[in-house]
């Protein structure tokens, strides 16, 4: 198992290399100069110069790159004079923008985001899982034609769309809950579930749907194994031949997809984030481009990046744990 | 200057009074329409000793205490003195440090300009508006307990000349350096500098004398700009200032989190003996920063117990406008008049044509202009250069066209040709719908019309490269106070045109112009006013620049708990120096 674990990550190593090396090309592909952007009005092709020398894109790119990744290891400065700026390790940039090291950006953003995917991806798993388990346990009754034609109606919506919806109907028309605001769990984790309560119901519903169409495909196919047969022949208790054997057959393509979309919803809630006024990674991302703010761009590109990379890491792992077969091959 | 016209929500800037320093007006010039009237601003520099006494006056019915918020789509572009250029960015940072002089206001009209840092509005030692001096109050501390000294206010203005922070107002400093770029010589008191520019002096602690080359009677408004913020040199935290000032004023920065939000909190240092301009009734102020312009008018529409102590500056969109003008939250509403003229600029260098130039004129549909971002709330139809609160103004339709445009003049005018132009206009979903109204109606007129889309981040510095290949681009202008000398001379005097960065966007270039320009600009202050406008009409009617589309409104909301919010009249942006939460 340990050989299979170093081995998923050797390759996620040489993954993210390449994504640096392509989100530090993208940085110099923008038409835009964001030395020229920073620089503000009336500015002199000195002026620029100044800032070009600040952002330290003056040196030739080899060297740009290398003290872009030695800065996320020991750190680096920016600038010099009375420009100077500090980014300790692990530095990714310095946002001349904010006055302060992207690193920082990132992690005053980054509990929003994480607050909303986690909170929402417990309400979709285990909503959607437990749904589709139900539906495919009682298949053919009242209840699992409605849960199917409820997740085909939430399978078939956006969050831009439902999300509004739940706003209107919840926050502007009615008054029940407040606008969604970010409140930092440790400081009043009572707010910063009522805060978040919102975009959790509107992603938890939209995939949740999805996750159970899902388990109940997995589980009726499950259902009808040699494996689950042989475990009622034997005689074990329906509950057990259910959750022992064909739960954990079922669910290892769900954890795969969990595993992924939680990686994918981390690096792209920009729409839920907006629609919510939520600032988290994905609305700095956004903004940061609108402003050529391109070193935090870099640095959010490249989080997405990982973790997609280590959400399938993540994925391998489980998948070994669950489905031992995989480990072997 | 430039900054003022990049975008819609950037809004109108600063001051509203009259003509220059030594003259009162009162009169109005309404456009009418169905929109509030706007109305050449009224006030006066005021040198009464119970005008410049503080504390302010109190509102009725307002006690201390709350918070007040602030629902924002942006982030502030600066909070440093120096680079503070934008009329709600100069509202806010009211609050966290104080200028020389300021704006006295109630919401009646009765605008008066006043000492703020300083006793009085300034002292003219000579009687040519050459030398100005000015007497800081007893009393005045910054946050830490600290006294604010002259010595800062010069150390304010002296590293507003530091290209690093080039984005503010530049009035006083090409005041102090004329005749070219104003920090060629002196560049700031950083890396060596001289301590303040030449011709600032501060013979004590208490007095800060200004002597210019030439005359300045408008000295004592731009004084009420930020440059004469104090910043002690110990606390100049250069660029970093820009996220944390240090206060003189009766809030202090409690948390900035940029893009996010800032919270002000009271400064307990701050003495309402020594300011008649701020009452600071509430505890605190907290700016939410990246909603969306409709999030923000429908939550305050609901007024939600949350949002009832809120308000916002971001004009309520098209969409949300029709909830809005009845019932309770009709009442909620603040609307009126700004100091912004948007017009839709024609490239003369390349429009070349007068007839052309003039039907263009006739064919814009400027009702439907307005209609695309707004209708009435947006603003009225516009015929002149300047907004009708510019002091002198007078209203005249140099071509007697309807606001919906005459089809069979433009034709006429036209006799058959069908130009080819290219429209260029900022790529947000406002500006869009606009520009695609002034398409049609150009299209039907017998123009043949391209349409050219910009980021909007970057639109001005497109438009306002001498050799862009655009024909027609709308730009809106306020002027920084309210006479023709801050909007004639840098939009139409040709000798300011340079490669790029041009605030002249339709690049009219006439000799006789520029020698206008400096003829009225010798003139008493007295007889200026109306001069400038006479240079307007005489631009309009002879060269045909622009098509002057709309005078600019503000429409906007807030929440039923707040007490006292009214436009301010300088700022053309709800003012929030006297403004309460409701107990």
């Known amino acids: 198992m340990l050989r299979f674990i170093v081995r998923r990550l050797l390759v996620a190593v040489v993954t993210l290399i390449v994504i640096s090396l392509v989100t530090f090309g993208l940085f110099f592909a923008v038409p835009s100069s964001p030395a020229k952007v920073m620089c503000g009005k009336n500015c002199t092709a000195e002026d620029i110069a100044q800032v070009e020398e600040r952002l330290g894109i003056r040196d030739p790119l080899p060297e740009q790159y290398t003290n872009f990744v030695s800065g996320i290891f020991v750190g680096r400065t920016f600038g010099s004079g009375d420009f100077e700026r500090e980014c300790p390790a692990p530095c990714l940039g310095y946002s001349f923008r904010n ?5 920082e950006i990132v992690t005053q953003r980054a509990p929003v985001t994480f607050s909303i995917v986690f909170g929402a991806a ?4 285990l909503l959607g899982v437990t749904l589709g388990m139900i539906s495919a346990l009682r298949r053919g009754t009242v209840f699992d034609r409605l849960a199917i034609g ?36 440790t400081e009043n984790p009572a707010k910063w579930a009522l805060g978040l309560l919102l ?12 996750y159970a169409r899902l388990s109940r495909a997995q589980m009726l196919e499950t259902l009808s194994e040699d494996f689950v047969r042989t475990a009622r022949a034997k005689g074990l208790p329906l509950r057990r031949v259910h959750t022992r054997h064909a739960l954990r057959a079922a669910i290892t393509p769900i954890v795969t997809i969990a595993g992924l979309d939680i990686g994918t919803a981390l690096g792209g809630t920009f729409i839920t984030e907006t629609i919510f006024g939520l600032q988290g990674l994905g609305k700095a991302t956004v903004e940061a481009v ?8 870099m640095a959010t590109v490249l989080l997405a990046a990982i973790f997609i990379v280590i959400a399938n890491i993540v994925v391998d792992v489980l998948y070994a744990v669950i489905d031992p077969r995989v480990r072997l091959s | 200057m430039r900054r003022k016209i990049r975008t819609l929500s950037i809004g109108v800037l600063s001051v509203a009074l009259v003509a220059t320093g030594c003259t009162r007006t009162t009169e109005d010039g309404g456009t009418g329409n169905g929109n509030e009237e706007a109305k050449t601003q009224t006030g006066s520099i005021s040198y009464e000793a119970a005008d410049n006494q503080g504390p302010a006056k109190a509102v009725e019915g307002a006690t201390k205490g709350g918070t007040i918020t602030v629902l924002r789509e942006f982030d502030f572009e600066h909070l440093d003195p120096a680079r503070n250029y934008v009329n709600v960015q100069q509202l806010t940072t009211g609050l966290i440090y104080r200028s020389l002089t300021g704006y006295k206001e109630n919401g009646t009209g009765e605008m008066l300009l006043v000492g703020d840092l300083a006793r009085d509005p300034g002292k003219d030692v000579n009687g040519d508006c050459k030398v100005w001096e000015f007497t800081l109050r007893d009393g005045l501390k910054y946050e830490d307990g600290s006294p604010v000294t002259s010595k800062d206010v010069a150390h304010g203005v002296a590293r507003s000349f530091a290209p690093q922070l080039n984005e503010g107002p530049h009035y006083i400093q090409q005041w102090l350096y004329p005749g070219g770029e104003y920090n060629a010589t002196y560049k700031g008191p950083y890396d060596g500098g001289k301590p303040a520019p030449d011709g600032v002096e501060t013979p004590d602690d208490k007095t800060i004398r200004f002597t210019f080359p030439e005359p300045h009677c408008d000295m004592p408004y731009a004084a009420a700009m930020a440059t004469t913020a104090p910043v002690p040199a110990a606390k ?26 800032l919270e002000l909190e009271r400064n307990p240092n701050w003495d309402p003996d020594s300011d008649p301009l701020r009452t600071a009734y509430p505890d605190g102020f907290r700016f939410t920063f990246g909603l969306e312009a409709a999030q923000i008018a429908e939550r305050l529409v609901a007024d939600a117990p949350a949002d009832q102590t809120a308000f916002t500056w971001t004009d309520v969109p098209p969409a949300v406008l029709s909830r809005t003008t009845t019932g309770p939250v009709a009442e909620r509403v603040v609307k009126g008049p700004t100091q912004y003229t948007w017009v839709l600029n024609i490239n003369t260098q390349r429009v070349t044509d007068l007839n052309i130039r003039k039907a263009l004129n006739y064919a814009v549909d400027k009702d439907a202009a307005l209609k695309a971002i707004g209708g009435q709330a947006a603003g009225t139809p516009a015929t002149t250069l300047m907004s009708p609160t510019t002091a002198g103004f007078k209203q005249y339709d140099a071509f007697g066209v309807p606001p919906t445009g005459d089809a069979q003049k433009a034709k006429d005018l036209l006799g058959g040709r069908t130009p080819e132009l290219v429209l260029a206009h900022a790529n947000t979903e406002l500006r869009t719908q606009q520009a695609e109204a002034i398409r049609k109606s150009l299209t039907e007129r017998g123009f043949k019309i391209t349409m050219k889309s910009i980021e909007s981040s970057s639109y001005y510095d497109e438009v306002g490269r001498k050799n862009n290949p655009y024909d027609l ?58 001069e400038w406008m006479k240079l307007d009409e005489k631009i309009m009617r002879e060269f045909v620049p622009v098509i002057p589309v709309y005078y600019d409104a503000t429409y906007v909301l807030h929440g039923s708990k707040v007490g006292n919010a009214f436009l301010s009249d300088a700022f053309g942006a709800i003012q929030v120096n006297t403004i309460h939460v409701k107990q």
């Open chain 1, 99 to 103: 006055d302060q090291p992207v690193t």
């Open chain 1, 199 to 210: 975009p959790w119901m509107t992603l938890g519903f939209l995939n949740s749907a999805l």
């Open chain 2, 473 to 530: 681009y709308l730009g809106g202008w306020g002027s920084d106070w309210p006479t023709g000398s801050t909007i004639i001379p840098p939009l139409y005097d040709g000798r300011e045109i340079g490669p790029e960065g041009n605030q002249n966007l339709s690049y009219l270039n006439d000799a006789g112009i520029s020698a206008e320009i400096d003829r009225v600009r010798k003139l008493p202050a007295a007889e200026q006013d109306a």
């Open chain 1, 290 to 297: 609108q402003y050529l703010n391109l070193p935090v761009v």
């Open chain 2, 236 to 261: 100049d935290t250069k660029t970093n200032y820009d996220l944390r000032p240090f206060s003189s004023g009766p809030y202090k920065v409690k948390s900035y989190q940029r893009d996010v939000a």
């Open chain 1, 122 to 125: 417990a309400i979709w798993i």
């Open chain 1, 150 to 185: 409820v997740s085909l109606a939430g399978a078939s919506m956006q969050v831009y769309f439902f999300g509004l919806i739940l706003l209107y109907l919840l926050v502007y028309a009615t008054g029940l809950l407040p606008f969604p605001t970010y409140t930092p769990l």
